[in-house]
C-alpha cells in the first residue's frame, strides 16, 4: 500500500509536525505513508484564485497519472472510522498510490478537485490547517490498524 498525503504549506506548528512524524513512524513495511509539503504562494497583492491557481499546478505537478487523488473538502463525503477503512483497503488492493490532498488557507484550485475521484471531509467543523494534517495521520494508522487486526484501534 502507498500512500501520499500532500499539503499546503511547509511550516507548520511543532507540536502538529511531531504528531504527525510520529503517526508516519508507526507503519510497517508494505504500508507506506509519506508526506509531501507544497510550497504556498507568496499573499502579497494576489487574489484568491491567483493563489489557489498557483498552488494547484504545484499539486497537479506533484501527482502520478495513475494516482487515486481524494481531496480534502467541507462539502466532501463524511466516513466512520470503518468505512474509512475499508475505502483504504479498497484503494490498495488496486496497487496505484492513494493520494490525500490538503489545501492551503484559500482552498483548492476547482483543477485539484476535478482531479480527484473522492471528495471526504474530516469533520463537519472547519479545523485548523496543522490539525487536519495530525487527524489525517491518525486516522490512515488507525485504519491500517483495524486492516491489519492490531489493539490500536479498539472500537
Avoid: C, N
Avoid at 130 to 145: F, G, I, K, N, P
Amino acid at each position: 500500500m502507498r500512500i501520499l498525503i500532500l499539503a499546503v504549506g511547509q511550516h507548520i506548528a511543532d507540536w502538529a509536525a511531531e504528531a504527525v512524524r510520529g503517526y508516519l513512524a508507526r507503519f510497517p513495511r508494505g504500508f507506506t505513508v509519506e508526506l509531501k509539503e507544497i510550497r504556498t504562494e507568496p499573499r502579497h497583492g494576489k487574489t484568491p484564485a491567483q493563489l489557489m491557481a498557483a498552488e494547484g499546478g504545484r499539486i497537479l505537478d506533484a501527482l502520478e497519472r495513475d494516482d487515486k487523488v481524494v481531496v480534502l473538502d467541507e462539502h466532501g463525503r463524511d466516513f466512520t472510522t470503518g468505512e474509512f477503512a475499508s475505502f483504504i483497503a479498497d484503494h490498495g488492493r488496486a496497487g496505484d498510490r492513494l493520494v490525500f490532498v490538503i489545501g492551503g488557507p484559500d482552498g483548492l484550485a476547482p483543477e485539484v478537485k476535478a482531479r480527484a475521484q473522492t471528495l471526504i471531509r474530516l469533520s463537519s467543523m472547519t479545523l485548523p490547517h496543522a490539525l487536519a494534517r495530525v487527524l489525517l495521520a491518525e486516522q490512515v494508522y488507525r485504519s491500517w490498524s483495524i486492516l491489519a487486526g492490531h489493539p490500536y484501534h479498539r472500537a
